[in-house]
């Protein structure tokens, strides 16, 4: 659609810093080729028995404007996020350790979603947050997810 490209996908250059948790599935399936052959082949995290939610940042292969989402929640059934939400920076140069401080200032780009199991979900209509350099995608409290996709244009 129009010249977009996935900024966040590993082939581009993307690459997941950072996560919460990744107990059953590590935090980079998120961003590989294709589509997830199995449950294992995602990013899963273990069930949260007290407050708060799992996320993960994920520098992207090149700054772009971030246009659409997909989050594949395939093979996850009984296990899949409640919602999800995703925000942007544009922090180049800043260390990881600034990013991931509660403190850090995000730019929501989309609002926390209702998920369902076992689905590919389409966002059309994401907030323009201008720039961006890495994402902060958050699930809520925990669960699967198989792929990620931030269809963007390239700065």
Not at 80 to 100: K, M
């Amino acid at each position: 659609i129009g010249g977009d490209v996935d900024l966040a996908a590993v082939e581009n250059g993307g690459m997941v810093l950072i996560c919460s948790d990744m107990f059953f599935g590590h935090r980079h399936n998120l961003i590989m080729p294709g589509r997830a052959g199995n449950m294992s082949d995602g990013w899963e995290t273990k069930r949260r028995r007290g407050p708060g939610h799992d996320w993960t940042i994920i520098k992207l292969g090149t700054a772009g404007h971030i246009r659409r989402l997909e989050v594949d929640t395939s093979w996850f059934k009984g296990n899949f996020p409640e919602s999800c939400s995703l925000e942007s920076c544009n922090a180049p140069d800043v260390p990881i350790e600034t990013i991931q401080d509660p403190a850090f200032t995000w730019k929501p780009v989309l609002a926390r979603t209702k998920l369902q199991a076992h689905t590919r979900h389409f966002f059309d209509e994401v907030m323009e947050t201008g720039t961006a350099s890495h994402i902060r995608f958050n699930i809520f409290p925990d669960g699967g997810v198989s792929r990620l996709r931030v269809y963007g244009t390239i700065e």
